[in-house]
Every structure is written in C-alpha cells, then in structure tokens.
C-alpha cells in the first residue's frame, strides 16, 4: 500500500519565519511534487522533482523553494511566510514512465500563518 | 499551454438522480484525461482514467475529442457519492509526468 505522509496535518506560524514542510513517500516513485489547494482555486502546483536534486517550477513558485536530497524526501520551504501562504499544502508521488499518471497524494498540512 | 475547466463550483442532487460533472479541457496535442475525487476527510486518489474506458464505483466518463469534453457520469447517485472531484490532464511529451487539475466541483447528494 503506498503511503505518503506529510510532516504535519496543521501548523501556524507567524509572518517572516521560515517554514518547512516535509513529504516522505515509500514506494520508490521517482516523482514527487507539492501542490497548494484552496477552495475555489483547486490545486495549484508548486514544484515538482522527478529525480534526486533535480527540480522544476510549477505554476506558483513564488515565496517558495523545495529540496530533495533523498528519493523518498521532498521538502518545501517558505523562506518567509507570508498572510497569503495560508493553505492547504498536499504532497505526492508518483512513479516514472506510463503510470505516472497516478499521483499518490499525502493527507495535506494546513498551514496557517498570522 | 494545458487547461483544464470545470464550469461547476458545486453541484447538488438527490440521491437517485442522475449525475453529470462537466470537464473541459485545451490542449493542442493528445491528451489523457483523468478524474481524482476527495472524500471528506480522506487522501485525494485517482478515480478513473479515459484510456480504460472503465466504470468505477457507477462512474464513466467518455472523452469527446471534437468538444475537448471529459464528463463524468453516474446514471443513479448515491450518498457516498458526495464529494470534492477533479478533473486532470496530461499531455504528451517531454513534461507528461504533470499533471494539470481543474477547480474542482463539490458534488452534494442530498437524502
């Protein structure tokens, strides 16, 4: 059974800390990707990576960057939160080649910066 | 560029009823076409695919290349069946991995 989880499932933080959000999956996939989801807005995608150290941008890179190190780990960071970093933040996983369609999505950490 | 729209924010009906969850889509190539459904207080997860032209949980959907539509359908909905859907496109090439979500329709089946 595939499991990706998330580091925490809430987290309030104040403006201008730096923020670190952690996804660990244990399939093996190749891809792993972060996406914010906010009602009327769906889910936006923030970076992915399809291998170790390397990364893309996604729609909405902006105030954030993103770390794999490890295949099983990817890390988005807000180098300063911000009011309007409030969200929902999902993370998953996916494999490489055909399948890849099939993004396997952790439970989401709500974020809540004041 | 790849879009994905889905008209309806929310969508209610009664259980029984049938159900017609609307997806359209743009993309220059040839795309695939999947639906991700949330239930509440659960992981997002793929629900069904176009390529396997398969039902699942009562749901189909056909892919109209001449609409650039993907609708998913149920011809009785169920209670169950309430939920937060996402229609999702891939498309071919260097970057098939992406995947590009619409808003989303919160689909409510009333008793």
């Known amino acids: 059974d595939v499991k990706v989880t998330q580091s925490s499932r809430y987290l309030v933080k104040r403006t201008g800390e730096k923020v670190f959000l952690e996804c660990v999956q244990d399939?093996?996939?190749?891809?792993m990707f972060w996406y914010r989801q906010d009602p009327g807005l769906g889910l936006r995608l923030i970076y992915f990576?399809?291998?170790?150290?390397?990364?893309e941008k996604g729609d909405i890179p902006e105030g954030y960057s993103v770390s794999r190190e490890k295949k099983e780990r990817f890390s988005l960071i807000l180098e300063s939160a911000s009011t309007n970093q409030t969200s929902m933040y999902l993370c998953?996983?996916?494999?490489?080649?055909?399948?890849?369609?099939?993004?396997?999505f952790g439970p989401g950490t709500r974020l809540t910066v004041t | 560029a790849q879009r994905v729209t889905q008209p309806e924010k929310l969508l209610s009906v009664f259980k029984g009823a049938p159900v017609e969850l609307k997806c359209n889509y743009s993309?220059?190539?040839?795309?695939?076409l999947f639906w991700y459904v949330q239930y509440s207080r659960q992981r997002l997860q793929l629900l069904l695919r176009?390529?396997s032209r398969e039902s699942i949980k009562g749901f189909t959907a056909d892919l109209n290349k001449g609409e650039t539509s993907f609708h998913l359908k149920k011809p009785f909905a169920q209670e169950e069946d309430s939920a937060m859907y996402y229609c999702?496109?891939?498309?071919?090439?260097?970057?098939?991995?992406?995947?590009?979500f619409g808003k989303g329709t919160l689909l409510t089946v009333n008793p």
């Open positions: 998953a996983s996916s494999p490489w080649g055909t399948r890849s369609y099939e993004q396997y």
């Open positions: 399939m093996d996939h190749e891809n």
């Open positions: 990576s399809y291998d170790v150290k390397m990364k």
């Open positions: 993309y220059s190539g040839s795309p695939e």
């Open positions: 176009h390529i």
């Open positions: 999702a496109l891939r498309g071919s090439g260097g970057s098939n991995y992406k995947l590009t």
